[in-house]
């Protein structure tokens, strides 16, 4: 702890070298030393890991972790024994498929957001952290370390909070509305009636806090969450439950905002990413947003007169059917053309 290393990234390193030592028991025992250790031989530890549970992602960290050990070594004079083709290059695991934004069904949404089942929360803390994530789009694990005065304020008053991206390590903050201000100030209130000489924390530790310098864990957080969906009794639209993460809400955060046109850019800078890719994985545009744009489109026949298609007509379903299969495959048989979005 006292490194600054958070406990995550401690423990990948760690696996990253017993996966390293469990194939060279099983592959190559004759090594013992760092000098034994070349490019062959980690080739065929790329090879190995292909087998082992986890997949790309987790193989991805083993191997980074190894070579940042590596480097290391070379770095402070660890072992000067270690060959320079001891390295791993760009390209040695297969690129990473682009994943699929985990964002909440509206349908879901709604029976979490709804005023009853937030009422359920036997936590005042949770409640409010659940607002939060829900509102501002932060991580489970920024929103339990706010500070006590998380609260910030613009040149017109308006409300910001301030946090801390955890991720990326620094400082940030996303516009709040002023419900969202009142459930801080009345946290505070009740922060400062257990601990009347003030606290570093919004949300301090419960339990095992005498002194209140513990901040509530993400972990603990996380729990509570579950233990609310399951009193909620949430399901999907064919009646089965819904099984959620705190951290789809920071998916469906971003997807709202781009299916309200709101400018990429504008939601990386809410979200405090480094760059738009990050954003991309997130703010993933829906059927709706692209159906809506299509119906807002002007479409123009063979012969360049404006052809408006009924979007509640008995063959919308059709025509959309169409058209997207025309922008899968390129091809304008018929004519139609929709203007660019």
């Not at 190559?28 to 790309?56: C, F, K, M, N, Y």
């Not at 660890?78 to 390209?91: I, K, R, S």
């Not at 040695?92 to 979490?112: G, H, I, S």
């Not at 409640?127 to 694990?141: A, E, H, K, P, Y």
Request: proline share 6%.
């Amino acid at each position: 702890m006292t490194s600054g290393i958070n406990v995550g990234t401690t423990f990948g390193d760690v696996q990253a070298l017993t996966k390293f030592s469990e194939f060279l028991t099983a592959t190559s025992p004759g090594i013992t030393r760092l000098s034994g250790i070349d490019r062959p031989l980690l080739e065929r530890h790329l090879a190995w890991l292909t087998d082992q549970p986890g997949g790309v992602s987790s193989n991805e960290g083993r191997v980074g972790s190894l070579h940042l050990f590596f480097q290391a070594i070379r770095r402070y004079g660890w072992d000067d024994t270690l060959p320079t083709t001891a390295v791993f290059f760009t390209g040695d695991l297969p690129r990473r498929r682009n994943r699929v934004a985990r964002y909440l069904a509206e349908y879901v949404t709604a029976q979490v957001e709804v005023s009853a089942n937030l009422d359920r929360w036997r936590y005042p803390e949770g409640r409010l952290i659940t607002l939060i994530v829900i509102r501002g789009g932060l991580r489970i694990s920024s929103a339990s370390n706010l500070a006590f005065d998380c609260l910030l304020h613009g040149g017109q008053g308006a409300p910001y909070l301030r946090y801390h991206n955890t991720k990326m390590e620094r400082d940030a903050a996303v516009p709040i509305d002023e419900e969202l201000q009142a459930e801080i100030r009345a946290q505070q209130r009740r922060v400062l009636d257990r601990w009347p000489d003030g606290n570093p924390h919004l949300f301090p530790r419960a339990k095992m806090n005498a002194d209140g310098r513990h901040p509530l864990s993400p972990d603990t957080c996380r729990q509570w969450m579950q233990n609310w969906l399951e009193i909620c009794e949430v399901r999907d639209e064919h009646g089965l439950p819904v099984h959620l993460t705190p951290h789809q809400w920071r998916h469906t955060f971003a997807t709202r905002l781009i299916n309200r046109d709101v400018p990429q850019e504008v939601i990386r800078v809410l979200l405090d990413h480094e760059s738009t890719q990050m954003t991309a994985h997130y703010a993933k545009i829906t059927d709706q947003t692209v159906r809506r744009r299509w119906e807002e489109a002007t479409k123009v026949n063979i012969k360049g007169e404006r052809v408006i298609l009924d979007p509640d007509g008995p063959l919308a379903q059709a025509q959309w059917a169409k058209t997207r299969y025309g922008m899968a495959t390129h091809t304008l048989s018929n004519g139609y053309c929709g203007l660019p979005v």
